[in-house]
């Protein structure tokens, strides 16, 4: 609806006189009913006998403008005469608004131009091109409403003449319907009727000239693009074929653009003259010196129009639509109908219709099960009322037991599956109308099995050592699996989302490393971040399962990576970097119960001498270890970045718990400091101790280790605090020395450590 103003009229002018003090500016007598008024009007198109919307003095323009009578240059001005601009209708202002001969003098302004008409705008889904049109949208307010729907009628139009242009369909998979007719004696001068006018621009159209004017009126109000060719400029017949390598079309929006197989053309004998469904050529395009014309009507296929125009940088309203679906069965009573439009504006003499069948699709009858729609849509909905909603969407339907068997009209594609006609009985039946019921299922709690934990239980443990998750694509870079997995084959998408994503991940390091980048970027001084997620490398023995696709195995991952400092900034302790031990501990942390061990290797992407594998119960569940300075430096991270990557099955898995008495009484530390030779491990100590200690042993720690000149070459000194305690008394002096003793004795005996004095 256009903006409000009130006191505007349809004034006519009557006389034009200079005004006397400015060069620019007119003096009009204006009469607006029995009324005349002086006016003074600066508009450049002003002249006697127009007639131009006046507000009177006392109207109230959209601006918010209120007219009262004025002196200008010294004259009186009892109004104002209006642009288009001025009265809210478009953003034309070069002139007055020049209303129709015949509009009725002194009529307000809203009646005599139809200002209150409501324009919609109307969302559609991609699926309903049959709704694209005002009689596809009045079908839809008569289905839903039940109010009458009244189809304009199309009479045949007698021909006058014999002549018709030759066509030939060479493509039916491209064309399955063309038909036309020839118009001669025609006027392409004549003026569009204002009815159509209006409604063309209120319907986002520019009015161009009668003979366009009246196609796109009638694409608009039926949903039919058309074309209308200028008769003398079609060299020949009419071939509707494939385009052919090297062919060009000169459209009519100015663009020339080469053709080729896969694109559907219009051609005479000189060449390519339009594009099938998309757009006319500029050779054959009517103008105001057409006398004759061809009128077409198709039905393109949908999928071959779909994407057409797009890969030429332009989209049309005869392309959306076509590559939707358009009705084939109305294709010569449209062109009855654009016949009439032509001969009542620009007069002329029709030819007969020439009506071409190559090939149109084959309606077949969708089966939909009454209670299966009533499944879906999750209330009882009786036959009787589906049969009902057909009906009303002038559906045919038949009933088939207890099922409908219903044949889609020619404007309807989008009705090929049971799905679409239960989506259609919940349309007329109404959404607001089905109960919203929350989800119901017999489910059953069951216990979690004490030897299992979930995927959410390892993040809380991760967040517990302040990691933040991420979640990353699947798919990544292929330099990234060459440096982080060293695989130069990786498993390589067919169609990737981008170019530079194009391979299957076999780790989660590239991804973690690539936050870790992009954080710092971000000045973050502090970063630990972990992602569970699922990688994928080629395994020949996985042959079945519910992730097995085609030999891949698809193992679950549990990674992470720190970088900056330990811990967050404060005053009462000392900034460091974040180590590997610090991150060994978050392996331990996340492992426990189960007691992790590590034993040094190399992996592609970690620090040669900063690196382990991680073991449970000697089998290896993954990696930890420092980021290898190669891909540092290739990374531009200015700190080392800690990672490790486990299976995440490994960690599932937990011990049975087995609870245990705590004990009432002190406990009793000893400190013991042994030597050894340099290449045996903490670890070995451990090892040991765990299958030969004394029974009141209940923890040993390493807390010191010592390397220097005051020892002999190739020995270093290890010191352990070992933590006695019994559950049942008071451990004496004499127990804890004897325990320690027999630590000490193990020790020597299985690795040859000795007691340093």
């Given at each position: 609806?256009?903006?409000?103003?009130?006191?505007?009229?349809?004034?006519?002018?009557?006389?034009?006189?200079?005004?006397?003090?400015?060069?620019?500016?007119?003096?009009?007598?204006?009469?607006?009913?029995?009324?005349?008024?002086?006016?003074?009007?600066?508009?450049?198109?002003?002249?006697?006998?127009?007639?131009?919307?006046?507000?009177?003095?006392?109207?109230?323009?959209?601006?918010?403008?209120?007219?009262?009578?004025?002196?200008?240059?010294?004259?009186?001005?009892?109004?104002?005469?209006?642009?288009?601009?001025?009265?809210?209708?478009?953003?034309?202002?070069?002139?007055?608004?020049?209303?129709?001969?015949?509009?009725?003098?002194?009529?307000?302004?809203?009646?005599?131009?139809?200002?209150?008409?409501?324009?919609?705008?109307?969302?559609?889904?991609?699926?309903?091109?049959?709704?694209?049109?005002?009689?596809?949208?009045?079908?839809?307010?008569?289905?839903?409403?039940?109010?009458?729907?009244?189809?304009?009628?199309?009479?045949?139009?007698?021909?006058?003449?014999?002549?018709?242009?030759?066509?030939?369909?060479?493509?039916?998979?491209?064309c399955g319907r063309f038909s036309g007719r020839v118009v001669r004696g025609v006027d392409a001068r004549a003026a569009t009727p204002a009815w159509m006018t209006r409604r063309l621009e209120r319907a986002g159209q520019r009015p161009i000239s009668a003979l366009v004017d009246i196609s796109n009126y009638v694409m608009l109000e039926l949903g039919r693009p058309s074309h209308i060719f200028d008769l003398d400029k079609v060299a020949g017949s009419l071939v509707v074929r494939w385009g052919r390598e090297g062919e060009r079309a000169e459209l009519l929006n100015g663009q020339t653009v080469d053709v080729d197989g896969t694109v559907g053309v219009i051609a005479d004998e000189r060449g390519v003259e339009a594009l099938a469904g998309i757009m006319g050529g500029e050779p054959t395009a009517v103008s105001l010196e057409t006398r004759a014309i061809y009128i077409e009507a198709a039905f393109w296929w949908p999928q071959a129009v779909a994407g057409r125009s797009r890969r030429f940088g332009f989209t049309t309203?005869?392309?959306?639509?076509?590559?939707?679906?358009?009705?084939?069965?109305?294709?010569?009573?449209?062109?009855?109908?654009?016949?009439?439009?032509?001969?009542?504006?620009?007069?002329?003499?029709?030819?007969?219709?020439?009506?071409?069948?190559?090939?149109?699709?084959?309606?077949?009858?969708?089966?939909?099960?009454?209670?299966?729609?009533?499944?879906?849509?999750?209330?009882?909905?009786?036959?009787?009322?589906?049969?009902?909603?057909?009906?009303?969407?002038?559906?045919?339907?038949?009933?088939?037991?207890?099922?409908?068997?219903?044949?889609?009209?020619?404007?309807?594609?989008?009705?090929?599956?049971?799905?679409?006609?239960?989506?259609?009985?919940?349309?007329?039946?109404?959404?607001?109308?089905?109960?919203?019921?929350?989800?119901?299922?017999?489910?059953?709690?069951?216990?979690?099995?004490?030897?299992?934990?979930?995927?959410?239980?390892?993040?809380?443990?991760?967040?517990?050592?302040?990691?933040?998750?991420?979640?990353?694509?699947?798919?990544?870079?292929?330099?990234?699996?060459?440096?982080?997995?060293?695989?130069?084959?990786?498993?390589?998408?067919?169609?990737?989302?981008?170019?530079?994503?194009?391979?299957?991940?076999?780790?989660?390091?590239?991804?973690?490393?690539?936050?870790?980048?992009?954080?710092?970027?971000?000045?973050?001084?502090?970063?630990?971040?972990?992602?569970?997620?699922?990688?994928?490398?080629?395994?020949?023995?996985?042959?079945?399962?519910?992730?097995?696709?085609?030999?891949?195995?698809?193992?679950?991952?549990?990674?992470?990576?720190?970088?900056?400092?330990?811990?967050?900034?404060?005053?009462?302790?000392?900034?460091?970097?974040?180590?590997?031990?610090?991150?060994?501990?978050?392996?331990?942390?996340?492992?426990?119960?189960?007691?992790?061990?590590?034993?040094?290797?190399?992996?592609?992407?970690?620090?040669?001498?900063?690196?382990?594998?991680?073991?449970?119960?000697?089998?290896?569940?993954?990696?930890?270890?420092?980021?290898?300075?190669?891909?540092?430096?290739?990374?531009?991270?200015?700190?080392?970045?800690?990672?490790?990557?486990?299976?995440?099955?490994?960690?599932?898995?937990?011990?049975?718990?087995?609870?245990?008495?705590?004990?009432?009484?002190?406990?009793?530390?000893?400190?013991?400091?042994?030597?050894?030779?340099?290449?045996?491990?903490?670890?070995?100590?451990?090892?040991?101790?765990?299958?030969?200690?004394?029974?009141?042993?209940?923890?040993?720690?390493?807390?010191?280790?010592?390397?220097?000149?005051?020892?002999?070459?190739?020995?270093?000194?290890?010191?352990?605090?070992?933590?006695?305690?019994?559950?049942?008394?008071?451990?004496?002096?004499?127990?804890?020395?004897?325990?320690?003793?027999?630590?000490?004795?193990?020790?020597?005996?299985?690795?040859?450590?000795?007691?340093?004095?």
């Amino acid at each position: 609806m256009a903006p409000v103003c009130r006191g505007v009229v349809v004034g006519h002018v009557l006389q034009v006189d200079r005004h006397p003090g400015a060069d620019k500016l007119t003096v009009c007598r204006v009469a607006a009913g029995a009324e005349v008024v002086q006016v003074v009007c600066g508009a450049p198109n002003v002249r006697a006998g127009m007639k131009a919307p006046l507000a009177r003095v006392g109207a109230r323009l959209p601006q918010g403008l209120e007219i009262g009578q004025a002196k200008v240059r010294g004259v009186d001005s009892q109004g104002m005469l209006c642009s288009a601009r001025e009265l809210g209708l478009s953003e034309d202002h070069s002139g007055l608004l020049e209303l129709a001969g015949d509009a009725p003098l002194g009529m307000d302004i809203r009646e005599a131009l139809a200002l209150d008409e409501r324009v919609f705008d109307i969302k559609l889904t991609p699926n309903r091109a049959d709704c694209l049109s005002v009689l596809g949208v009045a079908r839809e307010v008569a289905a839903l409403t039940r109010a009458p729907l009244r189809v304009p009628e199309f009479a045949p139009v007698p021909a006058r003449i014999a002549e018709k242009l030759p066509v030939r369909i060479e493509a039916p998979e491209l064309c399955g319907r063309f038909s036309g007719r020839v118009v001669r004696g025609v006027d392409a001068r004549a003026a569009t009727p204002a009815w159509m006018t209006r409604r063309l621009e209120r319907a986002g159209q520019r009015p161009i000239s009668a003979l366009v004017d009246i196609s796109n009126y009638v694409m608009l109000e039926l949903g039919r693009p058309s074309h209308i060719f200028d008769l003398d400029k079609v060299a020949g017949s009419l071939v509707v074929r494939w385009g052919r390598e090297g062919e060009r079309a000169e459209l009519l929006n100015g663009q020339t653009v080469d053709v080729d197989g896969t694109v559907g053309v219009i051609a005479d004998e000189r060449g390519v003259e339009a594009l099938a469904g998309i757009m006319g050529g500029e050779p054959t395009a009517v103008s105001l010196e057409t006398r004759a014309i061809y009128i077409e009507a198709a039905f393109w296929w949908p999928q071959a129009v779909a994407g057409r125009s797009r890969r030429f940088g332009f989209t049309t309203d005869a392309g959306h639509r076509f590559e939707r679906g358009v009705d084939f069965a109305t294709t010569v009573a449209h062109i009855e109908y654009i016949t009439r439009l032509v001969l009542e504006i620009c007069g002329g003499e029709p030819g007969p219709i020439d009506d071409t069948v190559a090939r149109v699709p084959e309606r077949k009858p969708v089966r939909m099960r009454v209670a299966r729609a009533q499944k879906v849509i999750g209330m009882p909905i009786q036959a009787d009322e589906m049969a009902d909603a057909f009906a009303r969407l002038e559906l045919p339907a038949a009933r088939d037991g207890d099922a409908f068997l219903v044949t889609p009209p020619p404007q309807r594609f989008d009705l090929e599956l049971e799905e679409d006609l239960i989506e259609e009985v919940a349309r007329v039946h109404g959404f607001e109308n089905i109960p919203a019921h929350p989800p119901a299922a017999r489910a059953k709690m069951s216990a979690l099995a004490e030897t299992r934990r979930s995927t959410h239980a390892l993040r809380e443990r991760l967040a517990g050592c302040d990691y933040l998750e991420t979640i990353n694509f699947a798919f990544v870079e292929p330099d990234w699996e060459s440096d982080f997995a060293g695989d130069a084959n990786p498993i390589r998408l067919l169609n990737p989302i981008a170019s530079q994503l194009s391979v299957m991940r076999s780790t989660l390091m590239g991804s973690l490393v690539a936050n870790v980048r992009y954080n710092h970027a971000r000045k973050l001084p502090r970063i630990r971040v972990f992602e569970i997620g699922r990688c994928y490398r080629r395994d020949a023995a996985v042959a079945d399962g519910p992730l097995a696709v085609q030999g891949i195995a698809q193992p679950l991952r549990v990674g992470g990576a720190a970088f900056g400092t330990a811990v967050e900034e404060q005053w009462g302790h000392p900034a460091r970097g974040v180590d590997f031990f610090d991150v060994k501990a978050d392996v331990e942390a996340l492992c426990w119960p189960r007691l992790a061990r590590f034993e040094a290797a190399t992996h592609p992407a970690l620090h040669p001498g900063r690196a382990a594998r991680v073991l449970l119960d000697g089998v290896p569940i993954g990696w930890v270890g420092e980021l290898h300075p190669r891909w540092q430096q290739k990374y531009e991270l200015p700190l080392p970045v800690q990672l490790f990557e486990l299976d995440a099955e490994a960690l599932a898995q937990v011990p049975l718990p087995r609870p245990q008495e705590p004990s009432r009484f002190p406990g009793v530390v000893r400190d013991i400091a042994v030597t050894v030779g340099t290449e045996v491990t903490v670890q070995a100590f451990l090892d040991a101790a765990e299958g030969g200690k004394p029974a009141i042993v209940q923890d040993i720690r390493l807390f010191d280790l010592y390397q220097g000149s005051s020892l002999p070459e190739g020995r270093k000194s290890l010191a352990f605090r070992v933590v006695m305690q019994h559950t049942e008394r008071t451990l004496t002096d004499a127990e804890a020395d004897s325990a320690r003793d027999a630590l000490v004795s193990l020790w020597g005996q299985r690795l040859g450590a000795s007691l340093r004095s």
